[in-house]
């Protein structure tokens, strides 16, 4: 989010590794500092163990015990335990594995266990159409969703929704993880496409989907690795956000390949958005990469957006002075990205708060390289801004006059 009257850090001269520029050319250079020595800021790279369990990352089933469910028309047969059929609905009721099959239009497939139970859904070609949630968890411990290997599965939902309690085609009250080597296409043609009230963990599979608001959502944290997903909303593509508790919100990335066309934010997280690896790129956003603390470590990323390329701020707090937001930050440490801004009053790199670059190789095509309320810190890495190569940083400290912008 760019906001007039920012701080600024503006490099003179040719020979400069960061060129930080104002939203206004009259801005003054203040709270900037600068530094080469060796002292570099410690590389926050995260194991994936912080983020998924054991389970999240093992799809493995045993399909002669597991219970089945053939979807058939309106209607589907069930073999097994803990699963039941009411008309279209497809009732799982205790812990358990679940294989789906077969094509239906208007069944859903409910997930009403105890609160301690897992329950697993194994995916194996599956079509489902409907105009409510094809696949609906009110209670459960975790549900995982497995897409069994070599199957192509199906599910769209309908714009013309006839009950609303559940704003997506996949949608979850519980932990909701995804994993397998299947593929998986879903259309949120009512709202979200994949929504988990609480986690939401995709480990594996490929994935297309479509969403009329937020493509993959999740209330406390979002959590990627393993997995290729082509991700198109008119909203956010991938959106972590939580309203009522702000430790939550959290985003995590890593070992993926990921391709995103956003109408609004292409990843987004209120809280912490950690990128760790992968392939990302993102073809059309307003903003491209957005959260509270900003942390990306490597990966080969391509923003495309026409308001701010990576963006840290707080949603919570006003934005409307030139005074940092307490928390914020934005830190580099490695990667490849190049981010290609639209001409106006747009930023590559916006931070609310601090920004650091201790690392990577940054391209920047666009009007203003960086832009920030707190302190800039640079340690190592490379920046091109426009063509031009830097290799120093000249800063003033507090209330320093700067150079005249180029």
Request: aromatic fraction near 4%; hydrophobic fraction near 30%.
């Given at each position: 989010?760019?906001?007039?009257?920012?701080?600024?850090?503006?490099?003179?001269?040719?020979?400069?590794?960061?060129?930080?520029?104002?939203?206004?050319?009259?801005?003054?250079?203040?709270?900037?500092?600068?530094?080469?020595?060796?002292?570099?800021?410690?590389?926050?790279?995260?194991?994936?163990?912080?983020?998924?369990?054991?389970?999240?990352?093992?799809?493995?089933?045993?399909?002669?015990?597991?219970?089945?469910?053939?979807?058939n028309g309106s209607s589907a047969t069930v073999a097994g335990n803990g699963v039941s059929v009411a008309g279209s609905v497809v009732k799982i009721s205790q812990a358990g594995t679940y294989v789906i099959s077969g094509k239906s239009e208007g069944v859903q497939i409910l997930v009403e266990a105890a609160d301690s139970d897992k329950v697993q859904l194994v995916l194996n070609g599956v079509t489902m159409t409907g105009t409510d949630a094809l696949i609906a968890v009110t209670s459960a411990d975790k549900v995982f969703v497995t897409l069994a290997e070599g199957s192509q599965n199906h599910l769209a939902d309908s714009a013309n929704r006839t009950a609303t309690d559940f704003s997506a085609a996949i949608y979850s009250k519980k932990d909701l993880t995804l994993n397998g080597t299947g593929s998986l296409t879903v259309q949120g043609n009512y709202n979200n496409a994949i929504k988990s009230n609480d986690d939401l963990k995709i480990t594996g599979g490929t994935y297309t989907v479509t969403a009329a608001k937020h493509a993959l959502s999740a209330n406390d944290a979002l959590n990627i690795t393993?997995?290729?997903?082509?991700?198109?909303?008119?909203?956010?593509a991938i959106h972590s956000d939580n309203d009522e508790d702000t430790t939550m919100g959290n985003l995590y990335l890593a070992d993926s390949t990921v391709t995103i066309k956003a109408g609004d934010d292409a990843i987004h997280a209120s809280n912490n958005l950690v990128i760790d690896s992968g392939d990302?790129?993102?073809?059309?956003?307003?903003?491209?990469?957005?959260?509270k603390v900003v942390t990306i470590n490597g990966g080969t990323i391509t923003v495309n957006a026409t308001d701010d390329g990576i963006n840290a701020t707080d949603w919570t707090k006003s934005s409307d002075s030139m005074t940092a937001m307490e928390g914020v930050n934005l830190t580099i440490n490695g990667g490849d990205l190049t981010i290609n801004m639209a001409q106006g009053d747009t930023d590559a790199i916006d931070s609310n708060g601090d920004v650091a670059v201790t690392g990577g190789n940054i391209t920047i095509s666009g009007p203003s390289a960086i832009d920030?309320?707190?302190?800039?810190?640079?340690?190592?890495?490379?920046i091109i801004h426009n063509g031009q190569t830097m290799t120093d940083i000249v800063a003033n400290g507090p209330g320093g006059g700067g150079m005249p912008r180029r």
């Open positions: 989010m760019t906001r007039n009257n920012k701080r600024t850090l503006i490099l003179p001269g040719l020979m400069a590794v960061m060129t930080l520029t104002a939203c206004q050319a009259n801005s003054s250079t203040t709270g900037a500092t600068s530094s080469q020595s060796n002292q570099a800021l410690v590389v926050n790279q995260t194991s994936n163990t912080s983020y998924f369990s054991d389970r999240d990352l093992d799809a493995s089933y045993d399909a002669a015990t597991a219970s089945t469910i053939k979807l393993g997995s290729t997903l082509n991700l198109t909303a008119t909203e956010d990302i790129t993102i073809e059309t956003s307003t903003e491209g990469i957005e959260g920030f309320d707190g302190t800039a810190t640079y340690t190592g890495g490379t």
